[in-house]
């Protein structure tokens, strides 16, 4: 029986009355941009997350890149980060005008290890006369932490916010695959000085089109972002900085909105699907589960398990109609536009290990049971009927 990796149609055809409705109300009011949609949707996230300040932009990407200039980040100033993830995460980086430096992941959550991010910060680092943070190698001044909460599963913030903390670094989140999950009963994206969430249509929550938000307890930084995505210009026409045009479209927001009211119910359907997977997967010794620390919620943005032979079981899969996607098959340190900064083969050996080894497969909120029994019944197969 086929699979499909993703179908949105699925969830569409179950608000359809409600999308149309809202998005009818848009072209009614002829309001596009910068609209009642737009604020209605930056007050019910910030109160869902539980955040001081929600501020939309036109994308996930923009969401960080905003959020670094708005922190301060100076060109040619150090963000530490994960080299296993979505492009964006250290494109919005440079693209801001500050470099990229990587850390180590965990293999078990594939997030930022604390215990990697601590030894570059004191073997590679040294503090200036000024306290400030300095790369030995490159004199790059070091300013912020940005840990992504991949697949949905949140970093470990403490650890990483004490780290923060001690050497004076800027913490933001990269929480556009995490729109729910939480961290010992905090949201993620409220749990630094701001964080950023994307709402690309595949994501748990998804608009009809690109989107994105900035989440912050600095009033500050909040105000700053309303004035830097409309061109620095607080007042039309009067412009105190060069911004960007980084808008939440009011469509999107009207979208957004809709399907808000029904995220939980869709995440914890997905959860059900992840624990169904878990369960049919036990014994299966080649495939590794995903595993959730005590105290965090993960929403399954994706379902990522470890396999061996991991292009072979991908091509099973496959040869039975089933979809599944590698998310990264590889890490940024080794993509050709970062190769300047100087990492080598084996510079981060988890994050190379767990790019050779991922695999997603189907976690929609609308998969049936017997879909997961497919899926889970194939890779079975796979481990059992290969030669030996």
Known sequence: MPVPFLDLTRQYSQIRAEVEAAVAEVFTTQHFILGPQGKALEQEAAAYLGAGHAVGVA???????????????????????????????????????????????????????????????????????????????????????????????????????????????????????????????????????????????????????????????????????????????????????????????????????????????????????????????EGVGEVRTPRVPDGLTHIYHQYVIRAKERDALKAHLESRGIGCMIYYPVPLHRQNCFLHLGYREGDLPETERAAAEVLALPVMAELSDREVAEVSGAIRDFYTERPK
């Open 59 to 281: 994308s996930g990407t923009d969401a960080i890149l905003l959020a670094l200039r708005c922190l301060g980040l100076q060109p040619g100033e150090g963000v530490l980060t994960s080299a296993f993830t979505f492009f964006a995460t250290a494109g919005a980086v440079h693209n801001a005008g500050g470099r990229p430096f990587f850390a180590d992941i965990a293999p078990d959550t594939f997030n930022l290890s604390p215990a990697a991010v601590r030894a570059f910060l004191r073997e590679e680092c040294a503090r200036t006369d000024g306290g400030l943070l300095r790369h030995k190698a490159t004199g790059t001044l070091i300013r912020v932490l940005l840990p992504v909460h991949l697949y949905g599963l949140p970093a470990e913030m403490d650890a990483l916010g004490a780290l923060a903390k001690e050497y004076g670094l800027l913490l933001l989140e990269d929480a556009c695959q995490s729109f729910g999950a939480a961290y010992r009963g905090k949201r993620a994206g409220v749990l630094g000085d701001a964080g950023t969430c994307s709402f690309f249509p595949t994501k748990n929550l998804g608009g009809a089109g690109d989107g994105g938000l900035v989440t912050t307890n600095r009033a500050e930084v909040a105000d700053r972002l309303r004035r830097i995505r409309v061109h620095g210009s607080r007042e039309r026409y009067y412009h105190d900085e060069i911004g960007y045009n980084s808008r939440l479209d009011e469509l999107q927001a009207a979208v957004l909105r809709v399907k808000l009211r029904r995220l939980d119910g869709w995440n914890a359907r997905r959860a059900a699907v992840a624990a169904a997977y878990n369960a049919a997967l």
